[in-house]
């Protein structure tokens, strides 16, 4: 066998056709979750992934920068999560690594709380707030994922590295999308125990 030299990743066709139809700002916080949680339900309907959605947003205008679904089971990646999505398009669509650079001013919209892996890239990314519906362990509780093990002061930790954490808004609406995709019996693709 030889090994694999590369690979790639793309939005869901349903997301690319949308993309025109997205609002150019999300002035409010509620207008921002309210777009991660409807790209989250409509993605898992889809069956490209996990009811995960992210956005990244210039944190004062609310201009979008990018969007990002689940796509593990789209893309048979278990590294493309919606955060990581939508961070490496915000990436490449400003071509730079670091979201900070040149003063940008970006925060990461997500339908929960991230998970282990996604905690790290958001850490790495340059963003300097993360907005999320709520952070309980609803999420697991509900669909069944394994988020993995997060630091006790999570919060604390972005807060020190100079990333400001919102969270609340939007939150029973995150949870009732959690709690459709528990009971659909959709793909829970926990790794291999």
């Given at each position: 066998?030889?090994?694999?030299?590369?690979?790639?990743?793309?939005?869901?066709?349903?997301?690319?056709?949308?993309?025109?139809?997205?609002?150019?700002?999300?002035?409010?916080?509620?207008?921002?979750?309210?777009?991660?949680?409807?790209?989250?339900?409509?993605?898992?309907?889809?069956?490209?992934?996990?009811?995960?959605?992210?956005?990244?947003?210039?944190?004062?205008?609310?201009?979008?920068?990018?969007?990002?679904?689940?796509?593990?089971?789209?893309?048979?990646?278990?590294?493309?999560?919606?955060?990581?999505?939508?961070?490496?398009?915000?990436?490449?669509?400003?071509?730079?690594?670091?979201?900070?650079?040149?003063?940008?001013?970006?925060?990461?919209?997500?339908?929960?709380?991230?998970?282990?892996?996604?905690?790290?890239?958001?850490?790495?990314?340059?963003?300097?707030?993360?907005?999320?519906?709520?952070?309980?362990?609803?999420?697991?509780?509900?669909?069944?994922?394994?988020?993995?093990?997060?630091?006790?002061?999570?919060?604390?930790?972005?807060?020190?590295?100079?990333?400001?954490?919102?969270?609340?808004?939007?939150?029973?609406?995150?949870?009732a999308v959690f709690a459709e995709y528990g009971a659909s019996g959709a793909?829970?693709?926990?790794?291999?125990r």
């Open positions: 066998m030889t090994p694999a030299t590369e690979f790639s990743a793309s939005l869901p066709p349903w997301l690319r056709d949308e993309l025109d139809a997205l609002p150019d700002r999300l002035a409010s916080a509620e207008d921002r979750v309210a777009l991660v949680n409807r790209l989250a339900d409509r993605n898992w309907h889809a069956g490209n992934g996990g009811p995960f959605a992210a956005a990244v947003v210039e944190r004062d205008t609310g201009a979008l920068v990018s969007v990002g679904v689940n796509v593990v089971l789209q893309e048979g990646l278990s590294g493309l999560h919606a955060e990581v999505m939508a961070l490496s398009l915000a990436q490449v669509g400003l071509g730079d690594w670091d979201l900070a650079a040149g003063g940008r001013d970006l925060e990461l919209v997500v339908n929960w709380r991230p998970c282990a892996m996604c905690y790290g890239a958001t850490i790495w990314s340059g963003v300097r707030s993360l907005r999320i519906a709520g952070a309980g362990p609803e999420c697991e509780d509900l669909t069944g994922f394994d988020e993995g093990p997060m630091p006790a002061d999570w919060r604390g930790e972005l807060v020190r590295r100079g990333i400001e954490v919102h969270e609340g808004v939007g939150r029973d609406e995150a949870i793909t829970v693709y926990n790794a291999s």
